[in-house]
Every structure is written in structure tokens, then in C-alpha cells.
């Protein structure tokens, strides 16, 4: 019999940490380290982050996670969950494991009067999360791989709120780095032969003990990069790399996402 379970509290995470680290190598054969662990499961900027699992007798088949964020919309804050990930044991695909758990994060995020849960899905999970979990689109965009002469600097953006909760969760586990432009600051991170460029904070919302000195590079560093298509200037200079899906399931049917335009950048599902 599937039991189902909801932790929020460290220690109750704690207790699982084993267990639930050698089924996320089972689903995705690839090591859950301690930093990940310990950043995604337990350091939430606001100490807020539902993990919900699915147990076949005392065995972990299923699970989600999501984590509290902040948004300023039209000059408004709203709270809302990032869901970062989730992973089903794959002989239980079949069983409701899935919406299970998804009706669990609906509810949970309700009652706990949040406006909205932001997704971005794989290719997998996309279509599957809008039939199944009732969620919409907000934007679809590429990513591409280009020059950097071929983006357009200024264009990036973010709505996340910058306190110094966020930034010091966002930035604590990562090789991120920062090139001044401006007024603003481009969060970017090294992949292989380029550089993803992720988002821009501002300036004054930075300060050297979120941001050491010693991360900040020029941008003559940056040669290749992967951005959404939506930066960059000529798109015949473009080679396509993946789709980017950002998906909502909306709570607070008072926010309008016609007229408040989200901004999407790549730093929001930065993750893992």
C-alpha cells in the first residue's frame, strides 16, 4: 500500500536524508551530495521548503519539493513556490504516484495561502503537468548557444525580490560569477566551453558578504554563451540548445499575468 507524507520541519528531513539519497540515484543514477542536499532540503531562504514523499511500506517511490520565493509584480510582493524537482521510482509510474503528490503540493501551497507555484518542467514532465496538475504557460522560450557581440546586454531582467535571504541561499552552492554592467549585474556561470548568462540583479541590492570581490570577471571572458533567444540581437547567429518552459498554477486569481508581464530568466530554475 502507497502511504503518503508531508516533512517541513529540518530534523524530520534529516531523518530520511539517507534513504531518500539512494532513491534519487535509483531514479536519475546520478549522486545527491550533501552541498545539493543541504541547499535544496534544507537551507530555503525563508525556511520553507514542504518536501513531499510517497512511501511503498518503508521504501521512498516518490517525492516533490518546493521552495518559498518572493516576487515584486506592478509593485506588489507576492509569495509563491518554486517547485524545483520531483522523481518517481520508476516501477510506480503507473500507479498515481505522480498526481498524487501534485494534488498534495495544490493543496498544501492553498492552505498555506501562497499566490501561485512556478514550474519549469522538462520535456517529460511538461506535458504532464498541465493535463494533469492544471498548470498554465507563462512563457516559452529558447535557449541558444551564441557570441557574445550577438546579445543585447540591457535586456535582462528580474523580478524576483533581492533581499539578503534570497542572494545568500541563490549563490551559496554554485561556481556563479558577476560582471558589472551598468547599473546592473549579470549573474553568470561557466558550462563546459561557454558561459550561461542567468539574469541581472541590481546593484544596490549586492553587498561583499552575499558577493565576493574575487567572483566578479570582465566580460571580455565571455565569448560563447547560452541565453534565451529573446537576448540576443541576430537570431541567424543563433544555434538552438533546448526549450524552456515556465509554467503557473495560479492561486491568487487576482494577479494578472496578461498586464504584469513575469519576467523569466534562466537563474530562476537554476537549481540543481
Not at 558577476?178 to 563546459?192: A, P, Q, R
Not at 558561459?195 to 558578504?209: A, E, G, Q
Not at 526549450?243 to 499575468?257: E, G, M, P, S, V
Amino acid at each position: 500500500m502507497i502511504t503518503y507524507m508531508l516533512l517541513t520541519k529540518i530534523e524530520d528531513k534529516y531523518k530520511i536524508k539517507g534513504f531518500f539519497q539512494e532513491f534519487f540515484y535509483k531514479v536519475y543514477s546520478k549522486i545527491l551530495d550533501d552541498s545539493i542536499w543541504e541547499h535544496q532540503f534544507i537551507h530555503s531562504p525563508y525556511d520553507d521548503s514542504p518536501l513531499f514523499l510517497a512511501f511503498d511500506d518503508k521504501k521512498i517511490v516518490g517525492s516533490a519539493l518546493m521552495i518559498k520565493h518572493k516576487i515584486l509584480l506592478n509593485n506588489k510582493i507576492y509569495n509563491y513556490y518554486l517547485f524545483t524537482t520531483s522523481a518517481i521510482d520508476p516501477n510506480y509510474r503507473n500507479k498515481g504516484v505522480y498526481l498524487e503528490l501534485l494534488n498534495m503540493q495544490k493543496k498544501y501551497a492553498k492552505d498555506t495561502k501562497k499566490d501561485f507555484i512556478l514550474a519549469f518542467p522538462n520535456k517529460i514532465a511538461y506535458n504532464a503537468i498541465k493535463i494533469l496538475g492544471g498548470f498554465k504557460d507563462v512563457s516559452q522560450e529558447k535557449i541558444v548557444k551564441t557570441n557574445i557581440n550577438n546579445i543585447n546586454l540591457n535586456s535582462f531582467c528580474n523580478h524576483i525580490i533581492e533581499d539578503k535571504e534570497f542572494l545568500r541561499w541563490r549563490f551559496e552552492h554554485k561556481n556563479y560569477n558577476f560582471i558589472k554592467i551598468d547599473e546592473k549585474i549579470l549573474v553568470v556561470k561557466k558550462y563546459k566551453d561557454s558561459f550561461d548568462i542567468l539574469s541581472s540583479l541590481y546593484i544596490d541590492s549586492i553587498n561583499n558578504d552575499v558577493i565576493p570581490s574575487n567572483k566578479f570577471i570582465n566580460i571580455n571572458n565571455l565569448k560563447s554563451c547560452h541565453v534565451l533567444e529573446k537576448h540576443t540581437i541576430n537570431k541567424n547567429l543563433n544555434q538552438f540548445i533546448n526549450y524552456y518552459n515556465a509554467t503557473i498554477y495560479l492561486i491568487n486569481n487576482k494577479i494578472d499575468f496578461n498586464k504584469n508581464k513575469m519576467c523569466i530568466n534562466l537563474l530562476m530554475s537554476d537549481v540543481f
